[in-house]
């Protein structure tokens, strides 16, 4: 049963992000441009209304991963859903790599490795290991009573030598729990990019790096795909895939492929359904390609036909730094530099047409930065 002073907390939080005004800070604008953005092309049936409310909502559940990171009673009320019945004795037996994604309480994957007493090492990005590596592993420490220094492990995603690394650690019989929607690899540039593939994602492309693909099927490690998910702020679901064995006799470039597409088809629908609780919208727009327009046929009537003029929020939005005001589009993710003048009038409800430069008002126009109502 859930304590009171944890349902306390989360209401506390609740109610914290639902009010929170992210006008005012100049961050979190920006930020909430680019989330408008790839919800704009990956979720276009997404009213852009609702956009910001999303955007507050994945604060609040990025906030309450990290919340219950380390309340490993949480475990007690989370549903395990087609959890195939030996899949942990299994995984004593054969370490897997467990690939999971940024969605719900993501980190609670690691209590339940803990509360079951499997070795495992984490792969993620450097700058994680920086800011929380020591938190991990006094975690894991505490919860395992001590006893276990060995069966927890850190792995930069970002080291030429991570490869290596995981399997080494897949020899010790330790499983590797892989975030496969995050937006870090090993290697340089050339070595990333050779190791990347497209993929059709949602409503447009993306490409994701396959090196877990090689990985499962040079070390014929079978792979165990899992989400986590909340159907209320209080009802935490942690939902498995079956378990996806190598094919020895397939080309591993080909496997490695298929298993990316398996991978981000599972995902998906619990992507769709619950959009505010996927923290990857965050950097998302670094490996999307635009390869379905976003339609912008409704926009375009004629400008001298009417004086009610708007910014055109659906396809554009407005940020600024300490130093500069931008124009954001949204469809192509470019930024554009414009005046403290032009940044006000587009911010005011009503477009007053004598107050923008002719020539700059057709421009504005023209790509349906401004509309008509």
């Avoid at 990347?196 to 790096?209: E, G």
């Avoid at 976003?294 to 009537?301: K, L, N």
């Avoid at 530099?337 to 007053?352: F, G, M, S, V």
Wanted: glycine share 4%; aromatic share 10%; proline share 4%.
């Amino acid at each position: 049963m859930l304590s009171k002073n944890y349902i306390r907390q989360l209401d506390l939080f609740c109610r914290h992000y639902a009010s929170l005004d992210i006008w005012k800070d100049d961050k979190l604008a920006m930020q909430y441009n680019i989330v408008s953005a790839s919800l704009l092309n990956f979720l276009p049936d997404i009213d852009v209304n609702r956009h910001e409310s999303i955007y507050r909502s994945l604060l609040l559940h990025q906030r309450l991963s990290v919340f219950e990171q380390d309340r490993p009673a949480i475990l007690e009320n989370v549903s395990m859903e087609n959890l195939a019945a030996g899949t942990w004795a299994a995984i004593k037996q054969h370490p897997a790599i467990i690939c999971t994604y940024h969605l719900g309480s993501y980190r609670l994957i690691n209590l339940l490795l803990v509360k079951y007493n499997l070795p495992f090492s984490l792969v993620i990005a450097k700058s994680v290991i920086k800011s929380q590596g020591g938190t991990y592993a006094a975690l894991h420490n505490q919860i395992s009573g001590g006893n276990n220094d060995g069966d927890f492990g850190l792995i930069d995603a970002e080291e030429p030598t991570a490869a290596i690394q995981m399997l080494r650690s897949l020899k010790k019989g330790k499983s590797l729990v892989v975030y496969v929607d995050g937006n870090t690899g090993s290697g340089s540039v050339a070595r990333q990019k050779e190791n990347s593939c497209p993929l059709s994602f949602l409503h447009q492309q993306i490409s994701v790096r396959k090196g877990i693909g090689f990985l499962a099927h040079a070390s014929n490690t079978p792979v165990l795909p899992v989400i986590c998910y909340r159907k209320s702020v209080t009802a935490i679901a942690l939902k498995f895939h079956d378990m996806i064995y190598p094919h020895q006799n397939m080309d591993r470039n080909t496997f490695a492929q298929t298993l990316m597409e398996q991978l981000y088809d599972f995902a998906s629908p619990f992507i769709r359904a619950y959009p505010e609780q996927w923290e990857a919208w965050l950097y998302l727009h670094k490996v999307a390609n635009i390869i379905n327009p976003v339609d912008t046929t409704h926009e375009m009537r004629h400008l001298y036909q009417s004086d009610n003029l708007v910014f055109n929020d659906r396809l554009f939005g407005l940020f600024k730094t300490s130093t500069a005001h931008y124009l954001f589009n949204k469809a192509s993710y470019m930024s554009y530099p414009i005046d403290k003048h032009l940044y006000a009038l587009l911010q005011n409800p009503r477009i007053e047409k004598n107050n923008i430069d002719v020539n700059l008002l057709t421009e504005l126009y023209k790509h349906s930065a401004i509309i008509t109502t």
